[in-house]
């Protein structure tokens, strides 16, 4: 079983990053995929999550208008667009899948992946 995000990097404020995560080895059509972050000295936040068919989705208020989840079940990926980044979004970005919805603990993590938004 693996989650690999990718699509972190360095940007400036205003600007937009997409972040990829690319699954394997479990049945990625029906899980929830979420995306979460950790900022250096904070605790985990719950960003973003999407429903095995794309129908259902949650998003923290704070990224709300900025950031788009969306996710291909044909290429095992979920993405999730971020526009308008601001310097307070810099943090580690990790996606995590859940088989079921209802539970509060996600199943699987990825690795994170960087992102940096300069001011």
């Known amino acids: 079983v693996q989650l690999q995000a990718s699509g972190g990097g360095l940007v400036q404020a205003g600007g937009s990053l997409r972040l990829s995560c690319a699954a394997s080895?479990?049945?990625?059509?029906?899980?929830?995929v979420g995306w979460f972050r950790q900022a250096p000295g904070k605790e985990r936040e719950f960003v973003s999550s999407?429903?095995?068919?794309?129908?259902?989705?949650n998003t923290a208020d704070f990224v709300k208008g900025r950031f788009t989840i969306s996710r291909d079940n044909a290429k095992n990926t979920v993405y999730l667009q971020m526009n308008s980044l601001k310097p307070e979004d810099t943090a580690i970005y990790y996606c995590?899948?859940?088989?079921?919805?209802?539970?509060?603990?996600?199943?699987?993590w990825g690795q994170g992946t960087q992102v940096t938004v300069s001011s």
């Open positions: 999407i429903s095995r068919g794309g129908g259902n989705i």
């Open positions: 080895g479990f049945t990625f059509s029906t899980y929830r």
């Open positions: 995590a899948a859940k088989r079921d919805y209802a539970q509060p603990k996600y199943d699987y």
